[in-house]
């Protein structure tokens, strides 16, 4: 492990899956594994970049390489990039087995300790919707690679997926998104308060939630909002309530399509989301904008946190970052990192004049922890800082 895990190790809660010895040292060697490829390894492919393969193309073309479309065709074929390609997607299918492990030998346990512990909620509620049909988009692969999505069921109440991916995303992260996993959530409750310190949200909306990491801040940091959050799964659903339970954060859990939301016009002061709009199609992302404004009431925001998109990035960088397209199971990933903006919002109703685009920094700094200062394929905890969409309504 490095140096620096310990003041990053994933703060404990009761519906966390425990490990045993093995268990805990498989997890902790796959995190120190990820570390090590994007301290020691990463960095490799610029400089094959370089002072190899950019040069190459330049003196045959007479320029340099266009886009990274062009720079792709021409890493793949670099035996460094393979190595490290595949290096990283093998730690991402080591992420997930060791992960899946300790869960799968306490299923049934777990289950009936979440769903026991729904049942006596005293605050919060939770709401399925055993008729909601999950868009295809969002089952015809599994994301990040994660087996059987977050949307499978593999028991009756089954909260398995939110187990697995509660622990893997601190890992995925190798702890830079804060012990709670919540540094999104955090980043902009931080943004809003430097910001707009003014501005006091009495009901907040998070879309495609998971299992919450990044919704509690609000709940903690908005103390009289009424607080809602929505996904289309079931199970990550399940683990999300008991988990704020057990961290008294008092949050509607409902099962919903963000897309087409039940809730009335004008209803929300805050609707956010955080890493929801690159799993989504493009026909969805403004469906979903469209959803924000409606729901919005007049001087309400929509944030929508993200990775940057590839604006403004040199080819190079814009071909590393979208390592995940190709790799991780993300199909979206790509387009929604080119998406037009400006007409997002114009075609959903809002005033351009209001719009938000910005980076914004990380919420979690520690001082002894030296985070990324790049955005890179399989490094999503790091750069420091977050890219926000939104609008003013």
Known sequence: MSENT??????????????????????????????????????GNRERYEKTIKPKFEKSQNREPGDRFEVRDLMVKDPYYQMFSSLLRTSQEMMWSSC??????????????????????????????????VPRYHKAVDIHCQPGGYHSEFGENDASPGMVYDRAVHIYAMGQMGPFNDDMGASIVLW??????????????????????????????????????VDVAAPMLRYAHARAQDMEAPIHFSQQNAEKLDFPDGHFDLVVSHILLHETSGKAIQNIISECHRVLRKNGVMIHAETPPYKGMSPFDAFMLDWDTRNNNEPFWSRSH????????????????????????????????????????????????????????
């Open 192 to 229: 809003l308060k430097e910001n707009h310190p003014d501005f006091k949200p009495l009901r907040i909306l998070d879309l495609g939630c998971s299992v919450g990491h990044s919704t509690v801040p609000y709940c903690k940091a908005f103390k009289n909002a009424e607080v809602h959050a």
């Open 338 to 393: 080119e998406i037009d903006l400006d007409n997002l919002s114009k075609n959903s109703g809002f005033d351009l004049g209001k719009k938000i685009e910005t980076l914004i920094p990380s919420a979690f700094q520690i001082e002894k922890v030296k985070r990324s200062e790049v955005f890179q394929g399989g490094d999503f905890g790091g750069g420091g800082q977050w890219f926000i969409y939104g609008n003013w309504k």
């Open 100 to 133: 899946q492990i300790p869960v799968e030998k306490r299923f049934t346990a777990l289950n009936e300790e979440i769903h026991l512990s729904n049942g006596e909620s005293n605050q919060g509620t939770l709401k399925l919707d055993e008729n909601l049909e």
């Open 6 to 43: 310990s003041v990053t190790e994933q703060t404990n809660h009761r519906f966390l899956a425990s490990t045993n010895h093995d268990e805990k040292a498989r997890q902790d060697f796959v995190r120190s594994y990820k570390e090590y490829l994007v301290k020691n390894i990463h960095a």
